[in-house]
């Protein structure tokens, strides 16, 4: 016997019917861009320049470190998913000569002694996401330009 109750399966789903196909098709692949601009001050301090400490150093600074682990919460990425992703982000902009993408052990460590904070509100518009040396900044279409 079922323990549905007749009064939650009569409720029937709306039905849309699209008129527009062509406005249709472009809000869907609109959902998949992405637009990443990153600062020359996160490319030159993608790697760690601290002060040496006990044991082994730091490949990476905590700024990379920070930045994938931003991005990994935005599209709720798994460890081994976020390398593979930032690692072909850094192909496409032809950094994969100068860079390295931190493993994702090395993320796994080190997330435990960051402390990522994302405090994004899901637009209908575009997302522009903006890494600079203070970090990554997600906005949406229209605060960006207002910044500028």
Same mark, same amino acid.
């Given at each position: 016997?079922?323990?549905?109750?007749?009064?939650?399966?009569?409720?029937?789903?709306?039905?849309?019917?699209?008129?527009?196909?062509? =406005?249709?098709?472009?809000? !869907?692949?609109? %959902?998949?861009? *992405?637009? &990443?601009? /990153?600062?020359?001050?996160?490319?030159?301090?993608?790697?760690?320049?601290?002060?040496?400490?006990?044991?082994?150093?730091?490949?990476?600074?905590?700024? =990379?470190?920070?930045?994938? !682990?931003?991005? %990994?919460?935005? *599209?709720? &990425?798994? /460890?081994?998913?976020?390398?593979?992703?930032?690692?072909?982000?850094?192909?496409?902009?032809?950094?994969?000569?100068?860079?390295?993408?931190?493993?994702?052990?090395?993320?796994?460590?080190?997330?435990? %002694?960051?402390?990522?904070?994302?405090?994004?509100?899901?637009?209908?518009?575009?997302?522009?996401?903006?890494?600079?040396?203070?970090?990554?900044?997600?906005?949406?279409?229209?605060?960006?330009?207002?910044?500028?």
């Amino acid at each position: 016997m079922s323990n549905v109750s007749k009064a939650s399966s009569s409720v029937k789903k709306t039905i849309y019917r699209v008129k527009n196909w062509a =406005a249709y098709n472009r809000s !869907l692949s609109a %959902r998949g861009s *992405l637009t &990443l601009w /990153l600062d020359e001050a996160v490319l030159s301090s993608w790697y760690h320049a601290g002060a040496m400490q006990r044991g082994a150093q730091y490949t990476y600074s905590d700024q =990379a470190i920070e930045m994938a !682990l931003t991005i %990994r919460s935005l *599209l709720n &990425l798994p /460890l081994r998913q976020t390398q593979g992703f930032i690692q072909s982000v850094l192909v496409l902009m032809g950094l994969d000569d100068l860079l390295v993408m931190p493993n994702y052990t090395t993320l796994s460590r080190r997330q435990g %002694r960051l402390a990522v904070v994302v405090a994004v509100q899901r637009t209908k518009g575009p997302m522009h996401w903006v890494v600079d040396s203070t970090g990554l900044k997600v906005d949406g279409e229209g605060e960006l330009k207002v910044r500028k």
